[in-house]
Nanobody, 121 residues
């Protein structure tokens, strides 16, 4: 099993910054593609940014130029630096990872519990 724990969410004013962290733990054999998703009430969860094990990054259009995704493979941790935050960025942010565990060849999707980000006007 792989456990993902997000941290760093909170309340900030528009124009402010936050840094989210996602720490992976467990019997991880391989931690592959990872990403940040967000969800607001009544909307489907959407991809914010993704990063492969090799460091290739992808961003959703609304956050391009403002958010930066990174990962520290030695620490099994992924980050999302969020700058110039806007009220429309308000959502619960979830960490996602594709990973395999020891002795299991199949890759599974894992999700964190989410962390609330609220951007005030």
């Amino acid at each position: 099993q792989v456990q993902l724990v997000e941290s760093g969410g909170g309340l900030v004013q528009a124009g402010g910054s936050l840094r989210l962290s996602c720490a992976a733990s467990g019997s991880i054999s391989s931690l592959n593609d990872m990403g940040w998703y967000r969800q607001t009430p009544g909307k489907q969860r959407e991809l914010v940014a993704g990063i492969t094990s090799g460091g290739t990054r992808n961003y959703a259009d609304p956050v391009k130029g403002r958010f930066f995704i990174s990962r520290n493979n030695a620490k099994s941790t992924m980050y999302l630096q969020m700058n110039s935050l806007k009220p429309e960025d308000t959502a619960v942010y979830y960490c996602n990872a594709r990973a395999s565990v020891s002795y299991v060849a199949k890759e599974y999707d894992y999700w964190g519990q989410g962390t609330q980000v609220t951007v005030s006007t």
